[in-house]
């Protein structure tokens, strides 16, 4: 038996381990190759319901925007959703700059 450290200490709770979708299955969250449109709209609703009761949608989302994430639904964002939201605050940037 080997003397391991755990991977993360025991006083530390990570925002995932408190998230609503820590036993939902993945595939809800992210679109398989060949999804047509209808399934990938009932597919993300479904997940953003999911995410509509979870307590750490906020930090969840933000660690998607932080790592630019470019697939699956996090913080209740679907990748178009956070390439948007990226752009706006892009522009807002820019402008607060020039201003």
């Known amino acids: ?13 990570s925002w995932r381990d408190r998230a609503a979708c820590r ?10 190759d060949d999804e047509t449109e209808q399934a990938r709209a009932a597919r993300e ?4 319901a999911v995410c509509s009761d979870c307590p750490v949608v906020s930090d969840c989302g933000d660690f998607a925007l932080g790592r630019r994430a470019k697939t699956g639904i996090w ?5 178009r ?3 948007n ?15």
């Open 81 to 83: 959703e956070r390439e």
């Open 23 to 32: 036993h939902a299955d993945p595939e809800l969250f992210f679109a398989p």
């Open 1 to 13: 038996m080997g003397n391991h450290a755990p991977a993360q200490p025991c006083a530390t709770t």
């Open 45 to 48: 609703a479904a997940a953003k």
């Open 85 to 99: 939201l990226l752009r706006r605050i892009r522009r807002a940037r820019r402008r607060q700059a020039t201003a």
């Open 75 to 79: 913080g209740a964002l679907t990748e």
